[in-house]
Structure formats: C-alpha cells, structure tokens
C-alpha cells in the first residue's frame, strides 16, 4: 500500500539554527498537507500543496511539492521554541480522501 | 463553531470491557475520519465517512472496533472488548469538499486518551 516516509525522525537544533524535514511518498499524489502537533495536542493544519513544483511560504515557513509529486519539503528559517512540535506530511491516495499520515519529524528547539 | 468535539477525554478501562468515543464534527463538513495514535505505529487512519456513510474502513484493526455516523452531526468509536493493545489517542477529524471535488484540511478535535488495563 501507499506509504508516506518522513526524515528525519527526530531534529534538536539551537535556536536561531534553520530545519528541513524531507517527506517522500511511494507513489504520485494529487496534493499534500502539512499539520503541526505540539506535544500532548492535536495535528493542526498548515497548508495544502496541489501544483507539481509549487512553493509556498508562511513567515519563516517555505513549503515545497517536488516536481513528480511524489515528495515534499519543509523549512524553517531561524528556528525559535515556539517552533517545537511534530510535524507530518499527509497525502491522499489516489482518488480518495483516505489520507496517509507521514511518519513524521519532531523537531526540538534549544534556546 | 465550537471545532470538533471528541468525548471523553480520557478514559481508562479494564480489559475486555466495552469502549465508546464520541465525535462531533464541525458543522457544514460532510467528511469525517477517526485516527489512532500510538508512539510505535504513528497516525493510523481507521475509518472515513463521507455524508454519513463509510467509505473506507480498511484502517480498522478487527472485529473489536465498529464505527458508525447516524447523523451529520454526530459519531462513535466503540471497542469491543477492549485489549490493553487498543491503548492509544484516538482523533476524530472533520473536512469538507469543495464544489470542484477539491479537498481541503482537516479539523482536528482534542482526541481521547484510552488506557486499557
């Protein structure tokens, strides 16, 4: 079946530093989503990606869909504490709402 | 709106015991799914229904778990019987379609914290 992989799994950067989580799907996706997890809470939406090669940027947020739409990128520009959480890539199987989740990458911001 | 409204928050149980969770998806979505977290297998999605009616329950370990959605505005989980392996946080999420067919992000609600003993 479909599977979603995301490195790396874990991240400790000092703030200020930048982070890059690499997601990367076994097959071509008609779109992917971004969430964050804090720790002990809920995924919460950051943004959906539709267009082959598309880029798209929230503050210090860049998001990125791979040209054959089968991988994705996130970076963070200047990390800060509020940044700590889990973050999960989520794409849809063909044809289907049936989201599989990423693996997902926690990210741990020192200060 | 209030967002999705899972109950209980938290529930511990014995063995063997029945469990039911509760969802109440955002008003106006016609998609609703239910996850399970857990630290080894990560967010699995279980069963999604689409206008009330499932449409894909592949997810759903065994016959223990059912799921249903009587209404738009109201859903449940049940576990039975329960096995210490069922431990996990269970998320329910709401979504909708747009008039194109396009999907859009899924609200999440605060998930229950099941503890079976």
């Known amino acids: 079946g479909q599977q979603v992989m995301q490195i790396p799994q874990y991240q400790h950067v000092q703030e200020g530093e930048d982070f890059t989580t690499y997601c990367n799907s076994s097959?071509?996706?008609?779109?992917i989503q971004w969430y964050k997890q804090r720790p002990g809470g809920h995924p919460v939406f950051l943004i959906q990606?539709?267009?082959?090669?598309e880029v798209k940027k929230q503050k210090r947020l860049t998001f990125q869909f791979g040209e054959a739409k089968k991988n994705s990128s996130l970076h963070i520009t200047a990390t800060q504490t509020t940044d700590v959480g889990t973050y999960f890539c989520?794409?849809?199987?063909?044809?289907?709402?049936?989201?599989?989740f990423g693996t997902g990458t926690r990210l741990k911001v020192l200060a | 709106d209030a967002g999705v409204i899972q109950s209980p928050r938290h529930e511990v149980t014995e063995m063997g015991q029945e469990v039911t969770l509760r969802c109440k998806p955002i008003?106006?979505?016609?998609?609703l799914f239910w996850y399970r977290q857990t630290m080894m297998r990560g967010l699995e999605l279980l069963i999604y229904?689409?206008?009330?009616?499932?449409?894909?329950d592949s997810g759903m370990p065994e016959d223990r778990f059912s799921a249903k959605m009587p209404n738009a505005s109201f859903s449940t989980l049940k576990i039975q019987p329960s096995e210490p392996r069922d431990s996990a946080v269970y998320f329910c999420?709401?979504?909708?379609?747009?008039?194109?067919?396009?999907?859009?992000?899924?609200?999440f609600g605060p998930g229950t914290r099941l503890t079976v003993t």
């Open positions: 999420a709401s979504s909708f379609e747009g008039p194109g067919g396009e999907s859009y992000e899924q609200y």
């Open positions: 989520v794409g849809p199987t063909s044809g289907t709402y049936k989201y599989i």
């Open positions: 229904f689409n206008n009330n009616v499932p449409i894909d």
């Open positions: 990606l539709v267009k082959s090669g």
């Open positions: 097959t071509t996706l008609s779109n």
């Open positions: 008003s106006g979505h016609d998609y």
